[in-house]
């Protein structure tokens, strides 16, 4: 059951921005504004629609009031007349809806360095304002999609003293899904009443500890966006369900997160990588992040294939300071390395285990207390397939 | 045709440690010795024969007089057991030359954390031994392979005032070429005479010129050792051909370096990365590095899809501050890319271009005055396929 939140309107429609036909083009207006709050993209070549979503936050103070998302171009690497696109949209779409140019958040995903073909967005605006409606999140989550193969939808409730609000997000991924947020959409909305410098500090945590610990192929891109929104229609002000909602808002960036890596492109299996006793957290993202792009240990994991030394090799490269005779790997309840060595283990039952859609290893460093776990995914010849046919 | 320096003899054998039954055991001897330099991975996990090799050049103060080398088995990650194989296998080897253990160089390159089978080993030596001859060089670059597809032999004559020396280099190579020498292997004989110290200048700088600026996917190993041995046999002293045998070295080197991503796993196109206008040579090899390390440019090169906007996005990514709007990328004498975004190009003479065996793509910076080259490839579903099942 998908939880809405009070305060905002969805609609989507078919652009012609995808040569296929499909919906491109996604709308979310909060009649009244909200509080926003935005990460992007850390890549130095950011897409316009990028520069412009930070202009906009920073000049409107925080408060939005509509979204407008495009897939099948990035609007990316177009100089100063793709800034000039992005910009047209938002104005176009703010005078339609009477709001200023910097209450609107746009977004573009898709490929790199065409121009953008403004006027088969600003020709559909008046359309999508007309039929959005509360219910329409789900075409909203389908027309901001690329190669992903499914919608991606989280939603949690929280409840308080008899008083209910609610988040949902809707995600986009694919490939190109690393650290620092690759080529990743995502959209949060909520009717908490909150600041948008409160909602800020929770967006960082909350991506810190899901969005930051994916991986598909270690690409990162230039459109990245998470953005979070609070109508405060419920009534509800954030500082009574403070707790609450900082777990609810993890709970739906990491099925989020989830959902994008088992979504990713050719993916066959996901791998919670669990790494434990490092130093710190950001040794032990280190060396998952390694490990995850590492392509033989994901061809390995293609082939179900327990080669256990391409891991240990990956953790040797990582650059995080190890003791090589301290490490273990454990492949469920089987450990398949011990002490840095090789360890005697079930090969059969390894290679079952393997074939599951999901599972866990888990690496144990022996140099501290801190773990943390990480979601990756294997490399597959349909991922070279799809990624070797993109453009042309 | 190939200089074959004096003074090294060599042989091989089918041991049994590939399961293909090929030849997987090679051995050089430098009957009256020669001065040894070498460079090994930087992987904290190092394979026994690498700790072992260090220490005897170290202890034997850079003398060597054997080469034993198997492939099949890594003798990595198997623990004490696996660095006293190393060792044995060098005891049984000097006691049949009549050396010091610590005047034999050992490598292994194969599988990870399988104990390597010693008896295989000491067994086939003696008859190695007998039948080594000036001529086999071919018969030892063919044993050391794993999944290379083909030996990698290069040479260069130097002639000085009537004077000759010669210097021939055998590689292996194949998947997980990366700088810092992954999974590589490099035998280099020469017949100037030189002392070590002399020796291990002259090597640093041609591997940094050479092995390190290749990569095929990005993965380093545990194995990885260049050796460069000096029989002195030519009567030719390094000072009087200096300038002459470090550009002999280079050549060598680079001609291997080649060899090897070409013979890359899989690999259908190699591609010359030109780089261009960098502030200094690191920042130019870490922005080559990311651009041939990144999964959505190596399957883009699979398809011969001149989709810049992910290089543009890679360099984005590298780590090094950069002026996206500075950014010029060429294909051949087609500009892609101006000034961070698109140039109108022809779509398929470009694909025309990518479509050959190898090609350059030229990336200027506008940050500076340094430039590199630096060798990769494309990633193909053949590499996936050929590493999915490598170990089961």
């Known amino acids: 059951m998908i939880h809405l939140p009070q305060g905002f309107l969805f609609s989507a429609c078919a652009a012609g921005l995808k040569v296929s036909g499909k919906p491109d083009l996604a709308f979310a207006l909060a009649p009244d504004g909200a509080s926003a709050a935005a990460m992007f993209t850390r890549n130095q070549v950011a897409a316009a629609p990028v520069i412009v979503g930070r202009e ?14 495009n897939a099948g171009n990035a609007n990316c690497a177009t100089g100063a007349p793709g800034l000039k696109t992005a910009k047209t949209v938002c104005q176009a779409l703010a005078s339609e809806i009477h709001v200023r140019p910097e209450q609107i958040f746009p977004s573009s995903t898709g490929i790199i360095g065409v121009p953008l073909p403004v006027e088969k967005i600003t020709v559909a605006l008046p359309d999508l304002i007309a039929v959005a409606s509360p219910d329409a ?57 909150a600041s948008p410098g409160d909602l800020q500090k929770l967006l960082r945590s909350a991506v810190d500890q899901s969005f930051n610990n994916i991986s598909v192929d270690g690409d990162t891109s230039t459109n990245d966006t998470v953005l979070l929104l609070a109508s405060s229609k419920s009534g509800v002000p954030l500082k ?153």
Chains 1, 2 share one sequence.
């Open 240 to 392: 009574r369900i403070h707790t609450q909602f900082e777990r609810a808002l993890l709970n739906v960036c990491r099925s989020l997160a989830q959902q994008i890596v088992a979504d990713g492109e050719g993916v066959k299996h996901v791998v919670r990588l669990r790494i434990e006793q490092a130093r710190s957290e950001d040794e032990a993202r280190q060396i998952a992040c390694t490990i995850a792009n590492s392509p033989l240990v994901k061809t390995a994991w293609a082939g179900a294939d327990p080669n256990w030394g391409r891991i240990l090799a990956a953790i040797g490269r990582s650059g995080v300071k190890i003791k090589p005779e301290k490490i273990n790997i454990y492949l469920g309840d089987q450990q398949i390395c011990r002490k840095g060595a090789a360890n005697k283990f079930n090969a059969s039952k390894a290679h079952e285990y393997m074939s599951q859609a999901s599972y866990e290893i888990r690496v144990t460093l022996g140099l501290g207390k801190a773990s943390l776990e990480f979601l990756s995914c294997d490399l597959t010849a349909e991922y070279v397939r799809i990624n070797a046919d993109y453009s042309t």
């Open 56 to 69: 906009h936050l920073r000049a409107g103070k925080g408060r939005i009031h509509a979204v407008i998302v």
């Open 137 to 193: 999140l789900a075409a909203f989550a389908s027309a901001i999609l690329t190669t992903d193969t499914r919608i991606k939808i989280a939603s949690e409730e929280i409840e308080h003293r008899g008083q209910k609000a609610a988040i949902v997000g809707v995600a986009k991924g694919a490939g190109m899904i690393h650290p620092n947020m690759a080529t990743m959409l995502v959209y949060l909305f909520t009717d908490v009443a």
